[in-house]
Structures are given as structure tokens and as C-alpha cells.
T-cell receptor, first 113, second 112 residues
Framework: EPEVTQTPSHQVTQMGQEVILRCVPISNHLYFYWYRQILGQKVEFLVS????????KSEIFDDQFSVERPDGSNFTLKIRSTKLEDSAMYFC???????????FGEGSRLTVL | RKEVEQDPGPFNVPEGATVAFNCTYS??????FFWYRQDCRKEPKLLMSVYSSGNEDGRFTAQLNRASQYISLLIRDSKLSDSATYLC?????????????FGKGTKLSVIP
């Protein structure tokens, strides 16, 4: 069964450092997303990406965040200067259309010290 | 009022029991609703979409009540493997909106 894959599974970084989280969405999917979940909190939308551009972003997704699809398979989330409050599990997801039926990757746990 | 609210539980039920969860949403214009399942420290996985007429998938039944702005999930004949957190998700209205708003989840523990 096709799946969304994410790397790294866990990253520890110092405050102020740049982090790139990588995702390979399911190959025939057209919509890509990043969500995050702070420990013990709900899953929160960050950004959606379609047709090589951001289609929607949340208030969380400020100038410190960016996304890119550098080639036909990878989808990355960059945090330019990490803050302590960026510590969370970051989930990549993809969907064939936009009907709300998302397939999530296993997540990348980011710990900012 | 929070956008999507769920009773956090935990619901502790014996194997074989029937259990139901509700989820309320604040935006009456919302059109699409979903139940996801999340195991501890794992990713959310789609359990089922919720259709206006209600839908059933094996032991799971989802229903939508637009008038009262809630959706429900009923699990019959609970199995140990049903132990998880159940997340309600609502798609924001509008053709240009792609985000799902999740509730905080309801934790279910099925006990032998």
C-alpha cells in the first residue's frame, strides 16, 4: 500500500537554527500538507500546497516557515530560525483530490533546545 | 466557542461494549466531516468520512446532525484493537479552503 514517508523521524536542534523536514507524498496525489501537533495538543493545520504553490496557510505559518517541492517527489518544510515553541510533531500529508481524506506520514518529531 | 470540540474522555469500556462519541463544530457552513483515528504517538489515520445521510463501515457508524452541529461515531462490539484516540475533523467551508480543523480527540480504552 502506498504511503507518505517522512525524514528525519526525530531531530534535535538548538534555538535559532534552521531545520528542513522532508516528505515524499504518495506518487499520484496532487495536494500536499503540513500539520503539526504539540505534545498533548490537537493536530493543527500549517499549510497546503497544490500545483506548485501554496494554496492556503494558517496563522502559525509565518515568515519563519516555507515549503518547497524541489523535484517531482519531495515536499519540504523549512523553519528558518527555530524557537522553543516550534517543538512538536510535524506531519506531512497528501491527498489525491481535496475531499478531506488525507494520508499522513509517520511524522517528524522536532525538539528545539 | 472552540471550532471543533470533543469530550476528551477517557472512555474505558469492556470488550464487546458499544460506545459513542460526539463532536460539535461551530461553523454552520461547514460541509465535510471526518473521523480519524490516532494511536499513541502515531499519525492520524482516516477512519471514515461522514455523509449527510449517515454511513456505516462494519462496526463503525458515523452520523451528522446539521441542526445541532454535531457529528457522532458509534463503535459496536468494541475490540481491544479499537483502543486509540478518535479525532473529529471538519473541512472549512468554501472552495478555496483546504484545511481540516481537528478536535483534540477522545481517548478510548477497551479493557479485556
Amino acid at each position: 500500500e502506498p504511503e507518505v514517508t517522512q525524514t528525519p523521524s526525530h531531530q534535535v536542534t538548538q534555538m535559532g537554527q534552521e531545520v528542513i523536514l522532508r516528505c515524499v507524498p504518495i506518487s499520484n496525489h496532487l495536494y500536499f500538507y503540513w500539520y503539526r501537533q504539540i505534545l498533548g495538543q490537537k493536530v493543527e493545520f500549517l499549510v497546503s500546497f497544490y500545483n506548485n504553490e501554496i494554496s492556503e496557510k494558517s496563522e502559525i505559518f509565518d515568515d519563519q516557515f516555507s515549503v518547497e517541492r524541489p523535484d517531482g517527489s519531495n515536499f519540504t518544510l523549512k523553519i528558518r530560525s527555530t524557537k522553543l515553541e516550534d517543538s512538536a510533531m510535524y506531519f506531512c500529508a497528501s491527498s489525491r483530490g481535496f475531499n478531506g481524506e488525507l494520508f499522513f506520514g509517520e511524522g517528524s518529531r522536532l525538539t528545539v533546545l | 466557542r472552540k471550532e471543533v470540540e470533543q469530550d476528551p474522555g477517557p472512555f474505558n469500556v469492556p470488550e464487546g461494549a458499544t460506545v459513542a462519541f460526539n463532536c460539535t463544530y461551530s461553523n454552520s457552513a461547514s460541509q465535510s466531516f471526518f473521523w480519524y483515528r490516532q494511536d499513541c504517538r502515531k499519525e492520524p489515520k482516516l477512519l471514515m468520512s461522514v455523509y449527510s445521510s449517515g454511513n456505516e463501515d462494519g462496526r463503525f457508524t458515523a452520523q451528522l446532525n446539521r441542526a445541532s452541529q454535531y457529528i457522532s461515531l458509534l463503535i459496536r462490539d468494541s475490540k481491544l484493537s479499537d483502543s486509540a484516540t478518535y479525532l473529529c475533523a471538519v473541512k472549512a467551508p468554501g472552495a478555496g479552503s483546504y484545511q481540516l480543523t481537528f478536535g483534540k480527540g477522545t481517548k478510548l480504552s477497551v479493557i479485556p
